[in-house]
């Protein structure tokens, strides 16, 4: 490291150098990521083929991936830490064995998670934020990146309805968090004194779609109401919420003695993509006093489409709604965010005095209020339509973790590169493939569709060569396993989930996704699958 003084102690100090080291290692580093990127580029022809172009390794390997066991992997890339530092050419040995050892995300073949490659103006806004490596939770030493984060919270929370005073947002790291805080939030809105007192003796219960994410049984259980506290209700054929359940449901927990406050509504399930009916269940939250989020995670960015954005219909009714923009957009993992009608009851829920942290915020806005975390026990606490606290500028007065990044910046500097148009584009793009392949998947009698045509989100989940009669459950989930595991070295990897026949495949779409990948992948299911034995 570049030292701050000459070695003798005393004199003139020596100039830093971090400039021009900074630019001599990353002048490294983006020769070896480069190739890797457009090795995958060069590689999307290929694809249609049902089959990658194999490349040298250690093993079976094409531009998607070198794939090993966790244990081979562990002997073959050298994670020795040194007692004394390698330098420049030790880093780069090690960059160049997490690239070729690494899942290449830009290879059209990545079809098995909820997201998949970024975009070139996300590999720039990423390096720009490790630049600053600015923490986010009070405005003195993060100025620009509150504003662009507040800015960008507001506009996103406009396109979902949420255009009153104080609406707005705040980031979060995960989806999963961001539901989290939402719990967190609606508890101490609606039982202030839960946030000093705890509980009271009350049981808490939430009540979520039985195709939501196991994120809320995960909050449930660190915030003490346990997983059971968190109640599943019956969804439709079509993987959706039934409203008229979730009332009965409600009923049926308030003459239990039970205290229901929360109810988690999906925006595009994890498995097959379903939206749960808002309105309906809007209406339902209404009737019952309790506070309605949206889990979006996966599916809220279609409001960015003319096209698709019907499937929202009654978002704007919500209290909450977490949405992960570097899923469905292609911005860089983790971009996500908490959108509310009212900040003022985000602050009501989260705020806590940190003298050391929160310090008086004056300028000229402020006319010199103190615009720390306040007392919890002051009317500031508690804010009403009657009483507006001054304008939250520390953000970490709003969230549950101190230190944060400024993630935001990320879909800020999307936004302005690609426009409301260009994301459009790119999510039309997504499902225009995934209708394709549904359509392809229906079209062939080796495959059997259980999602809808076209599927509601941007997942196909179907069965090859599918089994019945005694025993078909196990013998489908093995052809599915068995194909899956058979693909990744042809340049393809997919993942799977249980249903009622064993196990399906489970594709998952992105806007960079081509047509010609989703006939390639048919293909090589259809030929890998032909050697499968059961």
């Known amino acids: 490291m570049n030292g701050t003084s000459s070695p003798d102690g005393g004199g003139q100090q020596e100039p830093l150098q971090r400039a021009d080291e900074t630019d001599e290692l990353i002048t490294a580093v983006k020769d070896l990521v480069i190739p890797f990127i457009r090795s995958a580029d060069e590689d999307a022809a290929t694809k249609k083929g049902g089959h990658g172009l194999q490349q040298s390794g250690k093993g079976p390997r094409t531009v998607l991936v070198e794939h090993h066991a966790p244990k081979k992997l562990r002997q073959l890339l050298d994670v020795s830490l040194p007692e004394e530092g390698q330098g420049k050419d030790g880093m780069l040995r090690m960059v160049q064995e997490v690239l070729h050892y690494s899942v290449n995300t830009w290879d059209q073949g990545f079809l098995d998670k909820l997201y998949a490659a970024t975009t070139p103006v996300g590999v720039a806004a990423d390096l720009l934020l490790s630049s600053l490596n600015t923490n986010l939770h009070v405005f003195q030493v993060s100025p620009a990146l509150t504003v662009i984060e507040k800015q960008t919270s507001k506009a996103l929370a406009a396109k979902f309805g949420f255009k009153g005073q104080y609406a707005g947002g705040v980031s979060q790291p995960g989806g999963s968090a961001a539901n989290q805080s939402s719990i967190v939030i609606a508890r101490n809105n609606l039982f202030p004194q839960t946030k000093a007192n705890g509980y009271g003796g009350r049981k808490f219960v939430l009540f979520t779609s039985a195709h939501g994410h196991y994120s809320l049984e995960k909050a449930a259980q660190m915030m003490g109401f346990g997983s059971n506290g968190v109640r599943t209700v019956a969804v439709d054929e079509r993987g959706c919420m039934k409203a008229d359940v979730l009332d009965s449901m409600l009923d049926e927990a308030k003459k239990a003695g039970e205290t229901p406050f929360y109810v988690n509504a999906t925006a595009g399930t994890t498995v097959l993509g379903s939206y749960d009916p808002l309105d309906k269940i809007a209406d339902v939250c209404k009737k019952h006093n309790v506070w309605l989020h949206v889990d979006g995670s996966w599916g809220a960015p279609v409001i960015f489409s003319e096209k698709q954005k019907h499937k929202l219909k009654g978002v704007e009714r919500a209290d909450s709604i977490a949405l992960c923009p570097h899923k469905m957009m292609g911005i860089p993992v983790t971009c996500t965010f908490l959108l509310g009608k009212d900040m003022r009851k985000f602050h009501k829920g989260m705020t806590l005095p940190a003298g050391y942290l929160f310090h008086t915020n004056a300028d000229e806005d402020s006319e010199g209020k103190?615009?720390?975390?306040?007392?919890?026990?002051?009317?500031?606490?508690?804010?009403?339509?009657?009483?507006?606290?001054?304008?939250?500028?520390?953000?970490?007065?709003?969230?549950?973790?101190?230190?944060?990044?400024?993630?935001?910046?990320?879909?800020?500097?999307?936004?302005?590169?690609?426009?409301?148009?260009?994301?459009?584009?790119?999510?039309?793009?997504?499902?225009?493939?995934?209708?394709?392949?549904?359509?392809?998947?229906?079209?062939?009698?080796?495959?059997?569709?259980?999602?809808?045509?076209?599927?509601?989100?941007?997942?196909?989940?179907?069965?090859?060569?599918?089994?019945?009669?005694?025993?078909?459950?196990?013998?489908?989930s093995e052809i599915t396993a068995q194909v899956s595991k058979a693909l990744i070295p042809r340049g393809f990897m997919i993942d799977y989930a249980p249903?009622?026949?064993?196990?399906?495949?489970?594709?998952?779409?992105?806007?960079?996704?081509?047509?010609?990948?989703v006939e390639g992948l048919v293909k090589g299911i259809e030929e890998v699958g032909s050697g499968v034995k059961i």
């Open 370 to 476: 103190d615009g720390s975390a306040v007392d919890t026990e002051s009317a500031d606490a508690h804010p009403s339509q009657e009483h507006d606290p001054q304008e939250i500028w520390d953000l970490a007065d709003l969230t549950p973790q101190c230190g944060r990044r400024g993630d935001s910046l990320k879909l800020a500097l999307a936004w302005t590169y690609y426009g409301n148009a260009g994301f459009e584009a790119y999510i039309d793009n997504a499902f225009a493939s995934v209708a394709h392949l549904a359509s392809l998947v229906e079209s062939n009698s080796n495959f059997s569709l259980v999602s809808e045509n076209p599927p509601p989100c941007l997942q196909v989940c179907f069965y090859y060569n599918k089994q019945s009669g005694d025993g078909c459950k196990d013998r489908n």
């Open 499 to 517: 249903g009622e026949d064993g196990k399906f495949f489970r594709v998952v779409i992105n806007g960079q996704t081509r047509k010609e990948t």
